[in-house]
T-cell receptor
Framework: AQSVAQPEDQVNVAEGNPLTVKCTYS??????LFWYVQYPNRGLQFLLK??????LVKGSYGFEAEFNKSQTSFHLKKPSALVSDSALYFC???????????FGAGTTVTVRA | DSGVTQTPKHLITATGQRVTLRCSPR?????VYWYQQSLDQGLQFLIQ???????AKGNILERFSAQQFPDLHSELNLSSLELGDSALYFC???FGGGGANEQYFGPGTRLTVT
């Protein structure tokens, strides 16, 4: 069975500062990893994914994530946060040999002006 | 806008009743997924259909059922509703049925059971 942990319920940063949202996972076999963002009263929006290849993945809105196999982590980063990045962020994992996508509990990001 | 549409947006019903939620995937997408989002359970995968066939099943109750029609739209049927079924139900779609495909989510249907 697979699982995802997002150890921080909330992350607060000042605008212009770096933003990191942590994610660790547990899966049998090779993982497919995803980040999604949810704004209030909206559905989830896809940000980026890691399937194979380069460990550093670049996605939408200036976000990137680094896959670390030894630490089973897939942290989301943005060099300079914007107030508009304030939202709920979900990490998700899917084993390469399965169809079920498992989500973490989510991390609320607040970027203050 | 993801291109995935869901109706209705809100639904209020009583315990014991049955409701149907509808989803139209993005144009060209063959897979449809259903999720339930609640405060205590988080985001839970319910079921996936690919080109009309059931592909994967998650934490879906026996009182719930789904299907995907030839035009690829999907319906999620919830019956014998309980207070605990109150949640946000999302539909998502992807082109392929495999694990590497990102999913595109609809705006959700908020179900309130009273």
């Amino acid at each position: 069975a697979q699982s995802v942990a997002q150890p921080e319920d909330q992350v607060n940063v000042a605008e212009g500062n770096p933003l990191t949202v942590k994610c660790t996972y547990s899966v049998s076999g090779n993982p497919y990893l995803f980040w999604y963002v949810q704004y209030p009263n909206r559905g989830l929006q896809f940000l980026l994914k890691y399937i194979t290849g380069d460990n550093l993945v670049k996605g939408s809105y200036g976000f990137e994530a680094e896959f670390n196999k030894s630490q089973t982590s897939f942290h989301l980063k943005k060099p300079s946060a914007l107030v508009s990045d304030s939202a709920l962020y979900f990490c998700a994992v899917r084993p390469s040999n399965d169809y079920k996508l498992s989500f973490g509990a989510g991390t609320t990001v607040t970027v203050r002006a | 806008d993801s291109g995935v549409t869901q109706t209705p947006k809100h639904l209020i019903t009583a315990t014991g009743q049955r409701v149907t939620l509808r989803c139209s995937p993005r144009s060209g997408d063959l897979s449809v997924y259903w999720y339930q989002q609640s405060l205590d359970q988080g985001l839970q995968f319910l079921i996936q259909y690919y080109n009309g066939e059931e592909r994967a099943k998650g934490n879906i109750l026996e009182r719930f059922s789904a299907q995907q029609f030839p035009d690829l739209h999907s319906e999620l049927n919830l019956s014998s509703l309980e207070l605990g079924d109150s949640a946000l139900y999302f539909c998502a779609s992807s082109f392929g049925g495999g694990g590497a495909n990102e999913q595109y989510f609809g705006p959700g249907t908020r179900l309130t059971v009273t």
